[in-house]
């Protein structure tokens, strides 16, 4: 989603005039969107199950977990794999995607001369798309910061499964797991921020 939406941007403000955002090309999108989150959750359809834990205090918890192919979290082969493919989809390509098109937009912003005296029009409207650009670029520089640390738990896990025996590992994952769904809540604290500067 963020890729398309930075696309997006990326071609009003580098390409404007062939800037043209079809209806057929907008629900194009949208089908690949939902064909690719849905693949990438048929791991979890096919290999979740629960599990009864029984406490000393004689409470009991039903657990919900991935028993894959090749045993549990840490120690599967193919639950590491999954998380580098995971990792790559979900936070590498998006962040060199929205680097590269940031890097081209910045460059043609803010290294573009004009021929001749610009009109007040036209310095109003490069300084405007300079604002979204910088935005964007906060964006995407928090969308790393928030996402880095659950992406790394899960393959530092998988070669350090001692870490998982440790008395504070929920703790961590759950700051982990809590920065990064964090991201969503800050996107449009950023937005409004930014538009009222």
Known sequence: ?????FFCRYMAIVRPLQHSLSKR????????IWLASGLLAVPCLLYSTTMTRRYANEQTRILCYM?????????????????????GLTYLVPVIAMAVCYTLMGRELW????????TQRQVDS???KRKVVRMFVIVVSIFAFCWLPYHGYFIYAYHNNSIVASSYVQHMYLAFYWLA???AMVNPLIYYWMNNR
Not at 1 to 5: H, L, N, Q, R, V
């Open 25 to 32: 090309r907008a629900r194009l999108a949208l089908v690949v």
């Open 181 to 183: 769904m964090s991201n």
């Open 1 to 5: 989603t963020k890729i398309s939406f």
């Open 67 to 87: 028993q894959w192919p090749d045993g549990r979290y840490p120690t599967s082969m193919t639950e590491y794999m999954y998380n580098l493919v995971f990792l």
């Open 111 to 118: 290294g573009s001369r004009s021929i001749g005296e610009l």
């Open 126 to 128: 490069i300084k405007s």
